[in-house]
């Protein structure tokens, strides 16, 4: 219990935010790192929990707001990843979604099936059984080897009908052609989620259209600013409107069209609150640099220990700090392999 309220205490000393006037400059790369790098620890804890049984006061609560926080823990990574996306289409056009397939679905799978082989391993070595077919599912992304496999299928189809998307909407650089886009890939997204939603858990499509609400957002941003900058009553207009829409979203979240419109505007309620709040740390946004490889790997310490008769308190800080430090490891590692083998296909 100690522990656990000193890793918070810690956290929220090494974010120290500020408040000021309206932010214009919050989606830079040193913010939205830093945002990821809070979810991360999110995720953290979401998958340690699964792992072993934590007891005590601390850790129910800590279990309450995991259960209500739910899968909004992924809406900072779908967001600035549309964002993302979508800020490097509007400046270097068409010779960046010709990439799209190499540079960014094929640089992608690449890592995430390095680190799923490292999981095949690791389960064979404790005894687990795998099929052609499962180690195939595995690497697809559409079975999980105990790696963490959902967000990464997701999201590589996502890069995929973004590159879909805008060679449909007619290789669009003007704003109301990059809104054709969104709306084709909004379609086109649509039908990915019907499809998961007849094969798969809710969980794989619940925040699916924050990504392209992501990248709605890159082309309405100078919008949204003029909107809220330095206007006190429609700051706090939107904010109570949008509290109240996610309120009222949150309340009927077991409908799951409901729950994914709470996740676009609980996007939207993090954007307005890095606008009012400027986020400056080096730790977190350090964590959000090396996102993938500590999303990926951080199962495994939790995998090797979870048996393990240490205390939970020596079971969270061992894990934590093995998932850190192994996190980034992989996260360089796959990243040069990835990047070398990329280049010999380019040629």
């Not at 699964?50 to 259960?67: E, I, K, M, P, T």
Request: hydrophobic share 55%; charged share 15%; net charge positive.
């Amino acid at each position: 219990m100690i522990l656990i309220a000193l890793i918070l205490v810690i956290s929220l000393i090494l974010l120290h935010p500020e408040w000021g006037s309206y932010e214009q400059d919050y989606m830079k790369p040193e913010t939205t790192r830093a945002v990821n790098g809070i979810f991360i620890l999110f995720v953290f804890f979401r998958h340690i929990f699964q792992y072993r049984a934590f007891s005590d006061d601390l850790w129910s609560a800590a279990h309450w707001v995991d259960g209500h926080l739910g899968q909004f823990l992924v809406v900072s990574f779908l967001f600035f990843s549309g964002y993302g996306i979508m800020e490097s289409i509007r400046k270097k056009g068409e010779a960046y979604v010709r990439s799209i397939p190499c540079r960014r679905v094929l640089f992608t799978w690449i890592r995430f099936a390095l680190l799923v082989v490292l999981y095949l391993l690791l389960g064979s070595a404790v005894g687990e059984k795998y099929s052609a077919m499962d180690v195939i599912l595995c690497l697809a992304g559409w079975q999980s080897a105990g790696n963490s496999n959902w967000y990464i299928f997701v999201i590589l189809w996502l890069y995929l009908l973004t590159w879909i998307a805008y060679w449909a909407a007619g290789k669009p650089s003007d704003p109301k052609g990059l809104m054709r886009l969104i709306i084709i890939h909004l379609f086109l997204t649509m039908i990915l989620a019907a499809v998961l939603a007849g094969l798969q858990q809710d969980y794989w499509y619940s925040t699916i259209f924050v990504y392209t609400a992501g990248m709605a957002f890159s082309v309405f941003r100078c919008e949204w600013n003029r909107w809220l900058s330095g206007h006190m009553l429609r700051n706090a207009g939107t904010l109570c409107v949008g509290g109240l829409l996610w309120g009222l979203c949150y309340a009927g979240r077991e409908c799951i069209v409901v729950y994914q419109l709470a996740a676009v505007l609980f996007a939207f309620t993090l954007i307005w609150i890095l606008g009012r709040i400027k986020i400056r740390s080096r730790v977190f946004t350090w964590l959000g640099r090396h996102l993938f490889g500590i999303y990926m790997i951080q199962r495994v310490p939790m995998i090797l220990l979870a048996e393990n008769p240490m205390s939970d308190g020596s079971y969270l800080l061992c894990c934590l700090l093995a998932a850190v430090c192994l996190g980034v490891l992989a996260d360089c590692g796959t990243s040069r392999l990835a990047e070398r083998w990329i280049r010999g296909i380019e040629g």
